[in-house]
């Protein structure tokens, strides 16, 4: 049995899908996951990464688990525990999704400490272990759906600067991998997609996937800072900000692990796109 906590996300849920699809038994958990939001046959089973006690009967039986970070709850989880408990219930492999800011952003609290004492649980806990750090992810243009629905307009920082984000899918297919595979073991993988695109470059993809054009409109750090205030704390903000205008070298580099675990380029900005048309039309 294959535990995918997370189990609604983007990652999480095409993850359910392709182990279930692989003959694999899983239980899918995240708070308020229903019977609409998994394949037949997969167990279903609400809990909370920020309440251990309520993951012991989501354990039962299982054999291996996909841990996410914990995304906006990351500073509220206990990872030690966490394992602890997944291990008393016979867990003996965990697939951690990670960040990529433990290694390029250090520094920050919000990207890359926190992240990088869960991932300090992992390698400690005596399981084995496998650690995806993906960069940004294309669904992060997900943020851009309302507007151009009822714009066909697309406003972001930093239209010129590119960064090599990847497809969700390809993370999930990634973590099945290394969740049913031993020689990934011990194992670090920096995920990222086939090359750098701008934001005015996603947006003209978008554009083309819904047969329309989209107008992109430049921000000013300022204008992004104050509206990306109403949903993220100040210092994320900031690092976040940072990332998408100044990015590191290694914040920019292609990684070769898509390629190198699933023997496949990984997916273009423009292939995700075409394939969640929908969600912008």
Known sequence: MIVVTGATGNVGRELVRLLTAAGERVTATSRS??????????????????????????FDGADALFLQNGGAALQLLSPRDILDVAKSAGVDRVVLLSSQGVATRPESESHGALAGAIEDAVRESGLDWTILRPGGFHSNAYAWAEPVRAHR???APFGDVGLPTVDPADIAEVAAVALREDEHAGRIYELTGPGPTTPRQRTEAIGRAIGEPVRFVEQTREEAREQMLAFMPDPVVETTLSILGEPTPAERRVSPDVQRVLGRAPRTFEEWARRNADAFR
């Open 153 to 155: 307009t697309v406003a």
């Open 33 to 58: 996951i229903s019977n609409g939001e998994v394949p037949d046959g997969v167990r279903r089973l609400r809990a909370d990464l920020t309440d251990t006690d309520s993951l012991r009967p989501v």
